[in-house]
């Protein structure tokens, strides 16, 4: 009676986490910056969504090649299940939120179920304390809070490879064979989202060669496997016609992924070198986190309570960056392809906090109250959570640009030559600026003008501005010089070193053109610049 009691409470406690998170999340979506991906995420979220209706309407209509031209051709290089996701929330979301919410609805939902389980995973294992101090560690990582909200993939694969580890791990003792069933179908699911999923087995195997190797589990693990092929063939109707073209296409495109560089200690490089991923990992986790993440890996090899699902934790870590170490998937924009390593990261974390709560109860234990325990216990989680929670303070909405304690906040990091910001979420703070400022008509420069005109499509940026083309050295229309910069009236420049290529911000043509005007409008942070806004060359 008291266990189902503890299950019930635990099960009260998850449901609470998730509500809250999902509302934070959704208060804070409207001030968090509109992002490169996003657009294209956004078309097709609609565009699944509206096949979902005529699937519900007409299936036979809804699987025909010509509607599945139509509506599922939209970032067709990525599998749909987020799409389909997205575009469900969507349709309702639409009518109770503001148009970027109602988009990121989604993702958002999966971090909220994230999160409830990543309390219960820990929970059973290491107590309250550690599970609580999960979930808040996770929200508390001020780049994955960023990702959070976002209609994007890197948060949702993050979401499908917790969820099949959970599974996997709730369920390691449970003989019957049709658990290789359910697992195969929610790695197929987790692979439907985005093909880091492909990775999610390194663990599992790995694990079960160290602590279960018996004969069900290998035959769990090629039910898992073919299950997990055929569901992923099945919920992607755009493979149902021209399938090996399709398919082939879809693989080519991430063998042969085009070249996007990064800034890793001040030069571009492409693709980085395999210590980029530690490196960065280090930089932007608090530090706070990173001593109890190495407070729960810390005794793993003893034979103690929940050894097993530490190393589960940790090979979890591994095969999530196991691809961007050695080489098999381009690395770039910073930790953002390493989100699926966050909430092993987080749960270890809660590990070590927990832990450290037992070392402290033992202490008390003899001399003071159960009640002066537990304030102790609240005390020490806030005190380790403050750092970096009044860093997001500061800092927010532009979390890309945290950079944590070990490398010295944002200004160390710059120093040590990591990228100040990325992906064109810096752009939100120039939206006032331009509303108050530009006449009618005016032509405003920047890297990224799709993001701006999604801004004018919500309704928050004025929609007689307008803007010129890319004209970086990525671009395949690129022209040298700067006379055709000349024609704009403002200019948005973000600090985000890789796009000055690989020549360096000197031969970069808008900095060319710039770098001996004074900027009207400028946002930092600890004195390092994030985004500027300059008025017309003179």
Do not use: C
Request: proline letters at 6%; hydrophobic letters at 50%; aromatic letters at 16%.
């Amino acid at each position: 009676m008291e266990k189902n009691s503890s299950k019930w409470i635990d099960g009260i406690i998850a449901l609470a986490l998730g509500l809250l998170t999902a509302i934070v999340l959704v208060a804070t979506s409207p001030s968090t910056g509109f992002t490169t991906d996003e657009p294209n995420y956004i078309n097709a979220d609609e565009s699944y969504g509206r096949w979902l209706s005529i699937l519900v309407k007409d299936p036979a209509r809804a699987f025909s090649s010509q509607t599945i031209n139509t509506f599922l051709a939209s970032v067709h290089e990525h599998p749909p299940v987020e799409k389909y996701w997205a575009g469900m929330l969507w349709l309702v979301g639409r009518h109770f939120f503001d148009p970027l919410t109602a988009h990121r609805l989604g993702p958002i939902l999966l971090v909220a179920i994230m999160v409830g389980l990543l309390y219960l995973l820990v929970a059973k294992e290491f107590g309250r304390a550690a599970g609580l101090f999960a979930a808040a560690a996770l929200l508390s990582m001020p780049r994955f809070f960023f990702h959070a909200h976002l209609a994007a993939l890197d948060v949702p694969v993050a979401f499908g490879a917790f969820a099949v580890t959970f599974l996997f791990w709730k369920t390691i003792e449970r003989r019957n064979w049709w658990w290789g069933i359910v697992l195969g179908a929610a790695w197929g699911l987790a692979e439907g989202i985005k093909l880091n999923a492909t990775f999610i087995p390194i663990s599992l195997v790995l694990w079960s060669l160290l602590y279960h190797r018996k004969g069900f589990v290998a035959i769990r693990f090629l039910l898992m496997g073919l299950v997990a092929v055929l569901s992923f063939l099945l919920i992607w109707p755009w493979l149902y016609f021209n399938t090996w073209t399709r398919l082939l296409e879809y693989i080519n495109f991430h063998v042969n992924h085009y070249g996007i560089g990064a800034w890793y200690l001040g030069r571009a490089y492409l693709p980085p070198p395999w210590h980029y991923v530690f490196v960065t990992l280090w930089a932007v986790l608090p530090l706070t986190l990173i001593l109890m993440i190495a407070a729960g890996v810390a005794g793993a090899g003893k034979k103690r309570k929940g050894t097993s699902l530490v190393w589960l934790l940790v090979l979890s870590v591994f095969a999530a960056i196991f691809p961007f170490i050695f080489g098999v998937s381009l690395a770039y924009n910073g930790e953002r392809l390493f989100m699926p390593a966050f909430p092993f990261l987080a749960a270890l974390a809660g590990i070590g906090f927990g832990r450290l709560v037992a070392w402290l109860r033992q202490w008390m234990q003899s001399s003071r109250p159960a009640v002066l325990t537990g304030s102790a216990t609240a005390l020490l989680g806030l005190a380790l959570l403050t750092p970096q929670t009044v860093t997001m303070a500061r800092l927010y909405p532009h979390l890309l640009s945290y950079y944590s304690e070990s490398v010295g906040g944002l200004r160390g990091a710059t120093k040590l030559g990591l990228e100040t910001t990325y992906w064109s979420e810096a752009y939100i703070s120039a939206i006032p600026y331009l509303n108050a400022h530009a006449r009618p008509g005016d032509i405003v420069w920047t890297e990224n003008g799709e993001t701006f005109e999604y801004y004018q499509r919500f309704g928050w940026l004025r929609s007689d501005i307008k803007f010129m083309a890319i004209r970086s050295p990525e671009d395949p229309q690129y022209q040298p010089g700067t006379d055709y910069l000349k024609k704009a009236s403002w200019f948005v420049y973000v600090y985000q070193q890789s796009k000055f290529g690989f020549e360096g911000e000197d031969a970069y043509p808008p900095w060319t053109l710039l770098r001996s005007q004074s900027p009207v409008f400028v946002v930092s942070f600890e004195g390092v610049p994030i985004m500027s806004i300059y008025g017309k060359v003179k």
